[in-house]
């Protein structure tokens, strides 16, 4: 824990070193403001601390998740749905699974890098099709700040002209593995298009920061910093400035505020210690994650605000949504017994399915991508599975050829797709319940609609077209981390929060009367 001078006031104090946070640090500090950022968990360095090109069998797990690192055990993120010391509870008949990343950079560690704009749909939604809320702002209101995002970060891509898959500022994307043009031809047979990913992963370099060469282990943390994080981008041009001072191990309470109700800055507690601080600051920019955001207003309670701070309208905590996810993987035939080559590239998807049919026509009011996963990647990537359900495995001399013969013949599909906000998704303060250092908790009550389930079914079987188009079968229908903490949907659909896209809690609108920030 960095020592602060209490007697000091800060222009801005920043709660979180995420996406938000250390694009506001960055920002802020290099237009000249002093600007103190608070982070619950602990530093972090991706040129030092990551394990970029470490083997499995380096680990005594063999690299095997575990409690703080449900990805794996060299995985960048520190934290996981399961958190020692800071519960959250769930109401009785809802289930809602809750990430968070402790530690500098959050959850901007381990992630898909892909980086899609919102289009002139996403932001008019109840104007199209009378569902939720349109947002008060619009894509052109947005677009010449996602076009200075993408030269600041680096993208790579392709403009397509897709009206609601707006083209941006991107570097030349790699070339495809060979199972995604087996995906691609067989997609394009049933009128599906497959285009090049969207990735924050340098293709080539930009500024001090050299182009991906392709290990395809970006969940790790790049030691190279080509593709994007907090630690990597942000905060290292907002440190060079002498403006910024980052206090990690700092777990924040709530915002303290004044006789007139504004800010005036944040206690928390020094986690090393336990012992209780406050930093004080003219602004306070709350980016703790959507739902850590909340907690921190609803725990803000004054005379003044006795329903939380920001809170008149009710709404903080409100419109709780996650993204809508299933997964289906197949055998396919054809990319048995290949001969070894290198498909590792970057770590993700080269290539994806954008959203490409007229939801007017279909039994659900809002569009989903499609994430490929597939081919032979080295060295943080298993077999795959499925060797079972075709009749593979066995001991000794059998059991290497048939993983020689069928490693990379399988392929994944999983689906993301936009929720409509429902008056049963959100969360509260639970009356009892309280973390390690005596905060309050968050409780979530959850529910899909008829239209995300809808969307789900819809996923699933397209993705069963696309193997059996490819010659494969399927096998393995929403193979995914929750087998470790819940038991599966009936239904297939990703348990809320599952997907780790959760937003909503402190929506902006034209009247405070029901939204918590204007446009």
Avoid at 76 to 100: H, K, L, N, Q
Wanted: glycine content about 14%; proline content about 6%; some cysteine.
């Amino acid at each position: 824990m960095q020592a602060l001078t209490p007697s000091k006031t800060w222009d801005v104090c920043v709660v979180g070193s995420g996406a938000g946070g250390g694009m506001a640090a960055r920002v802020l500090a290099e237009a000249g403001a002093e600007v103190v950022m608070l982070e619950a968990g602990q530093p972090w360095d991706s040129g030092k601390d990551g394990a970029m090109f470490a083997w499995n069998y380096d680990s005594p797990r063999r690299g095997k998740g575990h409690r703080g690192r449900p990805f794996g055990e060299f995985d960048a993120c520190e934290g996981g749905w399961d958190i020692e010391g800071e519960p959250y509870t769930v109401a009785p008949g809802s289930r809602f699974m809750w990430f968070r990343g402790r530690m500098l950079g959050g959850r901007t560690n381990h992630w898909g890098r892909i980086s899609l704009r919102f289009g002139p749909w996403d932001f008019k939604g109840r104007s199209r099709d009378g569902l939720g809320d349109d947002w008060p702002i619009g894509y052109e209101d947005l677009k010449p700040y996602y076009d200075r995002l993408d030269e600041m970060v680096g993208i790579f891509g392709s403009n397509e002209g897709i009206e609601n898959e707006p083209d941006g500022v991107f570097m030349p994307p790699p070339k495809p593995r060979c199972y995604e043009l087996a995906i691609q031809k067989a997609s394009k047979g049933l009128g599906i298009p497959v285009i090049p990913s969207r990735l924050s992963i340098l293709t080539r370099p930009l500024g001090d920061r050299p182009a991906c060469h392709y290990c395809s282990q970006c969940g790790r943390g790049c030691s190279t910093h080509s593709n994007f994080s907090t630690p990597s981008v942000l905060l290292p041009p907002a440190l060079a400035t002498g403006k910024l001072k980052i206090v990690t191990g700092a777990m924040a309470r709530e915002v303290t505020t004044d006789a007139e109700g504004l800010a005036t800055g944040v206690a928390y507690v020094d986690t090393a210690t336990g012992e209780d601080r406050h930093v004080k600051a003219r602004i306070v920019v709350l980016a703790a994650s959507a739902c850590e955001s909340a907690r921190l207003l609803l725990n803000s309670r004054s005379s003044r605000h006795p329903n939380g701070l920001a809170n008149s309208s009710g709404s903080v905590g409100r419109y709780l949504t996650d993204t809508v996810g299933t997964s289906v993987s197949g055998f396919v035939p054809a990319l048995a017994d290949l001969p070894p080559h290198n498909d590792d590239g970057v770590g993700g998807m080269h290539v994806y399915i954008p959203w490409w049919l007229d939801n007017r026509t279909l039994d659900f009011p809002r569009g989903y991508h499609v994430e490929l996963g597939g081919g032979r990647h080295m060295p943080g990537y298993g077999f795959g599975g499925g060797i079972e359900q075709v009749q593979g495995g066995g001991y000794g001399a059998a059991l290497k050829d048939d993983y020689r013969r069928y490693y990379g013949a399988f392929v994944g599909f999983s689906g993301r797709g936009e929720m409509i906000p429902n008056e049963k998704s959100y969360c509260e303060i639970d009356p009892e319940v309280v973390d390690r250092w005596g905060i309050p908790v968050l409780r979530f009550h959850w529910e899909w609609g008829e239209a995300e389930r809808a969307q789900a079914r819809h996923m699933r079987r397209t993705f069963g077209e696309i193997i059996e188009a490819m010659g494969g079968k399927v096998v393995e229908r929403n193979r995914s981390l929750r087998a470790r903490t819940q038991a599966p949907t009936e239904d297939g659909i990703s348990i809320g929060g599952e997907i780790i896209h959760e937003v909503g809690t402190t929506r902006m609108g034209t009247s405070p009367r029901t939204s918590v920030l204007n446009e």
